[in-house]
């Protein structure tokens, strides 16, 4: 439980913040709700982080981190423990 809540915060303080920002700077209007809304949509897991497992929210923050390399941000872990698959192919 104790992991869950501190990925929820990092999810939404700090990815959603910093993609959210990144998006708005490059001219597109958009809330961070709309934002969470459609990371949560690409994720299949349309329903409250609340209400997510750890798995869910893993697969959550991952699809952020893809949608973040697409718009031109690279986002990962604090200890950048993230390492896409393409990464690995090249």
Same mark, same amino acid.
């Given at each position: 439980?104790?992991?869950?809540?501190?990925?929820?915060?990092?999810?939404?303080?700090?990815?959603?913040?910093?993609?959210?920002?990144?998006?708005? &700077? %490059?001219? !597109?209007? +958009?809330? /961070?709700? #709309? $934002?969470?809304? =459609?990371?949560?949509?690409?994720?299949? *897991?349309? &329903? %409250?982080? !609340?209400? +997510?497992? /750890?798995? #869910? $929210?893993?697969? =959550?923050?991952?699809?952020?981190?893809? *949608?973040?390399? %697409?718009?031109?941000?690279?986002?990962?872990?604090?200890?950048?423990?993230?390492?896409?698959?393409?990464?690995?192919?090249?």
């Amino acid at each position: 439980m104790r992991d869950t809540k501190k990925l929820i915060k990092y999810y939404k303080g700090y990815i959603l913040v910093q993609l959210h920002d990144h998006i708005v &700077k %490059s001219g !597109t209007i +958009m809330s /961070i709700c #709309e $934002l969470d809304n =459609l990371i949560k949509h690409i994720s299949e *897991l349309d &329903k %409250s982080t !609340t209400e +997510m497992t /750890i798995d #869910e $929210l893993n697969e =959550l923050v991952v699809n952020a981190f893809d *949608l973040g390399d %697409s718009v031109g941000i690279h986002l990962n872990y604090p200890n950048n423990e993230y390492k896409p698959v393409y990464d690995e192919e090249m």
